[in-house]
């Protein structure tokens, strides 16, 4: 399905690179921080965003100056007629797409142009967990799993998957064959994010009208059903008696659990000790606060904050999912509690908490197991050389 091989920076190589929007989230990122690598191995890339966000990573896209194509406002099959127009002019080497919405476009749109498709598979997206999101409608869950998974066996010609577990689970419910699908995971750029430092965490604090006696809990994530922030919530409310110092800061932009996630703490009373900051365009100093690191999910992909967090040397408590032991180490930097389980996530934070000798520990061995595993060079070489590969 694919031509001959052809290596980064053959004269005239251009990739196109089609996205939902740059909200703020993990593909965003890490496409954000792939674009300068793929420009010194001399590749031309063009991205197309399906939809302006007007927040997120879209003025940092713009500030570097990449070529930008925005579809807004046309509608799908607007947007899928735009798209193959474009493919048509520029000629592309490799058409290549994140999240379902550019999936689908991006698979449509190249139908007959001769140029090769890869989908770059971010989530478990199918897993049965999300059958208890509320705001999941089951038939049409169904709907979009048959025509994404159509789509992806017949469109496609090859996966990125960023996990081990996202393989398994793409194979498992979209009946893709796994010889079709090639594992290169993220990482995340340490210039951007820093290093730690006592001098850093201090001012970081300060910053967030916090002091050096307080016990600081970080989440990072969008307020959604996955991110499992209601367990967290009910979890602070276990320990909050136990650990009056206490504070719990979730950083990541609204979304449909945002009202339920306010009625939650207002209704257990934590009003100013949970704090909800919406998008923030400073992860990596609100990271440099915690004494612990919270990651609930329900379901993951990889987990992007992670490493952003282990970048910052901070200790971590997390759900026990196959996607996530792929990046921390349980007993190591992490301790793993069952998903959706406050009293287990309760338990597991105060403990971290009561024992600074261990976050210590953990927090060293976080910042360790970035440097060895996930500075974004790294992975950025592998998913150039994975891409040089599949291009015409």
């Not at 954000?32 to 997120?56: D, M, N, Q």
């Not at 430092?197 to 990072?220: C, E, F, M, Y």
């Not at 009202?259 to 009373?269: F, H, K, P, S, Y």
Request: glycine share 10%.
């Amino acid at each position: 399905m694919t031509g001959p091989e052809k290596g980064p920076g053959a004269a005239g190589t251009t990739y196109l690179f089609v996205i939902n929007s740059f909200l703020a989230g993990g593909a965003e990122r890490s496409l954000l921080e792939f674009l300068p690598k793929l420009a010194a191995s001399g590749v031309r890339p063009v991205v197309v965003c399906l939809r302006r966000s007007g927040v997120g990573f879209e003025g940092e896209l713009f500030a570097q100056g990449w070529d930008v194509r925005m579809l807004a406002g046309r509608g799908r099959l607007g947007a899928i007629l735009a798209l193959r127009r474009l493919i048509r002019e520029i000629r592309p080497s490799l058409v290549y797409t994140a999240l379902f919405d550019a999936d689908l476009a991006g698979r449509v749109a190249s139908i007959g142009l001769d140029v090769p498709v890869v989908t770059n598979l971010v989530n478990t997206a199918y897993d049965p967990v999300r059958g208890a999101d509320p705001n999941v409608d089951a038939r049409k869950l169904a709907l979009v799993r048959m025509i994404d998974g159509f789509t992806a066996r017949n469109l496609t010609d090859h996966f990125h998957a960023i996990s081990e577990a996202v393989k398994q689970s793409t194979a498992e419910s979209m009946r893709v064959p796994p010889d079709r699908i090639t594992v290169v995971g993220r990482g995340r750029d340490p210039d951007r994010l820093g290093t730690p430092s006592p001098g850093r965490t201090a001012a970081a604090r300060i910053a967030l009208g916090l002091s050096a006696a307080h016990q600081v809990v970080v989440a990072v994530g969008r307020q959604e059903y996955q991110k499992g922030h209601r367990h967290l919530v009910d979890a602070f409310g276990l320990m909050a008696g136990s650990h009056p110092d206490a504070v719990l800061v979730i950083a990541g932009r609204q979304g449909k659990a945002t009202a339920d996630l306010e009625a939650q703490i207002e209704r257990l009373g934590l009003g100013g000790r949970v704090r909800l900051l919406g998008h923030r365009g400073d992860v990596a100093e609100v990271l440099a606060a915690a004494d612990v690191f919270a990651f609930p999910s329900l379901y993951e992909g990889l987990g992007g904050a992670l490493i952003e967090a282990m970048a910052l040397g901070v200790p971590i408590v997390a759900s026990d999912l196959a996607a996530l032991r792929e990046v921390v180490r349980s007993g190591e930097n992490a301790d793993l509690v069952p998903p959706a389980d406050p009293a287990a996530l309760a338990q597991a934070l105060s403990a971290l908490l009561d024992d600074e000798p261990r976050r210590q520990a953990y927090g060293a061995r976080s910042r360790q197991l970035f440097e060895q595993s996930f500075d974004g060079a790294a992975a950025s070489e592998a998913l150039l050389a994975l891409l040089a590969k599949i291009a015409r």
